[in-house]
């Protein structure tokens, strides 16, 4: 007979987010239980629409208590665990089914660890880490620890498979919604009871860290990071802690140091390509792009052996290190060979931010090389997906025209520009060029309307104040006039200051 398949829940006020975390796994289960901690929204609802078991709860700060909870009125052969912002990725449910089915009989206590990916609200990826979810229901398989809960720590037979095969979307780590459940404090907080208890583990010294890294707290994050490197140097969470210690040495100016920390690393297990990438990323801020270039080359290598238990980012074998690498060759001044890269790597590259860098690199790699053209390809499409981003190649674009064809075409191309993608027209500097040529030209109906714009987007100039009084003056609006002209002393005032 086929085996049973149980999963398993705890949750409070997730009536948002729980729909579609049992759609992902409809027809794969045959039992469902909701361990509830006092949701007051329409959860439970939702919950004994889809045939749960609900076992209300009181929150006593402890998730491995309520997980628990779970486990002791699951009645399947296994247990599946979900949180209600994570879904099992729709690929990857003739996975679970395989595994439950193909164990043996007489296997040793088995803990599978699928990769849970962790994505923004709009499907970015921020990583992904191995974490246990499915085993053969027994008794001595039970979760320790308050957070980022543990199961079979004192098993001395269990076996913990990391299955990439297996894999999870996670919505949490979203920073708004983080923010929104108050995950960072509660976690925290958490963490901090769980250290009155056990004040040197390593383990929970890395989720502290975590933490810290989540909310920016650099400093202190990378501190700790390096504490639990010196304190458990084999342990999986070593490695991760070399990779964001590292990143947050980066983010506090410090390329050197972050650099020395990811090459140690990287040398005491080499098949940790996320290690490779971090001394690469640390070596362009560096200005060694040299080095950058070597570096990149390993972390194109995928993660193998051990390293597989920690943390990961899968992009970085499928884009990053190529786009990492591009960087290196233009940092040397080998543009062509930048370009090359880059090109061939770029429709692996989801649409999104990671995919606006990319652009914008190959924008200013064409420019430089006076590929206008080919330039122009790609930041077209970007006025209108990213004006913000794009405000910088734009700019470019229209000293080009300046320099090589003269003012007048410039201001073609600007008003061409203007009227096709209007967007570009609430960012303030492509406005400021903007009046620049009109002045320049004499245009004087578009130098009125787009001062009146660099006014709405609260310019800082004076220029931009005083120029807009003058036309005012000479159209007899003596009141607005002498608006704009105490505007601009004040701005003078403040530029001063």
């Not at 088995?110 to 849970?116: F, K």
């Not at 073609?412 to 520009?417: G, K, Q």
């Given at each position: 007979m086929p085996r049973t398949l149980t999963l398993c829940l705890i949750v409070k006020d997730e009536e948002l987010l729980l729909p579609g975390c049992l759609e992902s796994v409809a027809g794969l289960i045959d039992e469902l239980v909701v361990v509830d901690t006092g949701s007051t929204d329409r959860t439970i609802e939702i919950a004994l629409a889809a045939g749960a078991k609900v076992i209300d709860e009181r929150w006593t700060d402890d998730?491995?208590?309520?997980?628990?909870?779970?486990?002791k009125h699951a009645t399947s052969d296994f247990v599946f665990w979900l949180d209600a912002d994570e879904r099992l990725d729709p690929a990857c449910r003739a996975t679970l089914r395989r595994l439950v089915d193909s164990e043996s009989d007489e296997a040793r206590p088995?803990?599978?660890?699928?990769?849970?990916q962790?994505?923004?609200a709009l499907g970015r990826s921020l990583g992904a880490d191995h974490m246990p979810r499915l085993w053969r229901r027994r008794p001595e398989l039970f979760f320790t620890g308050r957070v980022h809960e543990r199961v079979g720590v004192d098993v001395p037979s269990v076996l913990v498979r990391y299955e990439d095969d297996l894999r999870i979307l996670h919505l949490g780590y979203d920073p708004g919604i983080a923010e929104a459940r108050g995950k960072h404090p509660r976690n925290l907080r958490l963490l901090e009871l769980?250290?009155?208890d056990r004040p040197d583990d390593p383990t929970l010294l890395y989720y502290v860290a975590k933490e810290a890294y989540a909310t920016g707290e650099d400093e202190r994050a990378a501190d700790l990071f390096r504490d639990v490197v010196r304190r458990a140097p084999g342990l999986n969470f070593a490695l991760s802690s070399y990779v964001f210690g590292a990143e947050c040495l980066r983010s506090l100016g410090r390329a050197e140091e972050a650099l020395e920390l990811a090459i140690e690393g990287a040398r005491k297990t080499p098949t940790y390509c996320e290690l490779w990438y971090a001394a690469g990323q640390a070596a362009l801020d560096a200005d060694r792009p040299v080095q950058a270039e070597a570096l990149f080359l390993e972390a194109k290598k995928p993660t193998s052996g051990f390293a597989l238990s920690a943390f990961r980012d899968p992009d970085i074998v499928e884009y990053r290190a190529d786009v990492g690498l591009g960087r290196a060759l233009k940092q040397q001044g080998l543009i062509p060979a930048a370009v090359q890269v880059w090109e061939s790597v770029r429709s692996r590259v989801p649409v999104g931010p990671d995919r606006i860098g990319l652009d914008l690199d190959l924008i200013e790699a064409h420019l430089s090389s006076g590929a206008q053209d080919k330039a122009w390809v790609y930041?077209?499409?970007?006025?209108?997906?990213?004006?913000?981003?794009?405000?910088g190649a734009l700019l470019s674009f229209i000293?080009?025209?300046?320099?090589?064809?003269?003012?007048?075409?410039?201001?073609?191309?600007?008003?061409?520009?203007a009227r096709e993608h209007g967007s570009v027209l609430r960012q303030l500097p492509?406005?400021?060029?903007?009046?620049?040529?009109?002045?320049?030209?004499?245009?004087?109906?578009?130098l009125t309307e787009l001062l009146q714009i660099a006014v709405h987007l609260n310019t800082q100039s004076p220029k931009h104040y005083a120029l807009l009084a003058r036309i005012l003056d000479g159209r007899g609006q003596s009141a607005a006039a002498e608006a704009a002209r105490r505007a601009a002393k004040r701005m003078a005032e403040l530029s001063e200051a």
């Open positions: 998730f491995s208590r309520a997980r628990n909870v779970g486990l088995t803990i599978y660890a699928p990769i849970i962790n994505l923004d769980e250290l009155k930041l077209r499409p970007l006025l209108d997906l990213a004006p913000e981003e794009a405000t000293e080009l025209y300046v320099q090589f064809m003269g003012a007048e075409k410039a201001w073609v191309f600007f008003t061409d520009v492509i406005v400021a060029a903007g009046i620049e040529l009109a002045e320049l030209l004499g245009d004087e109906d578009r």
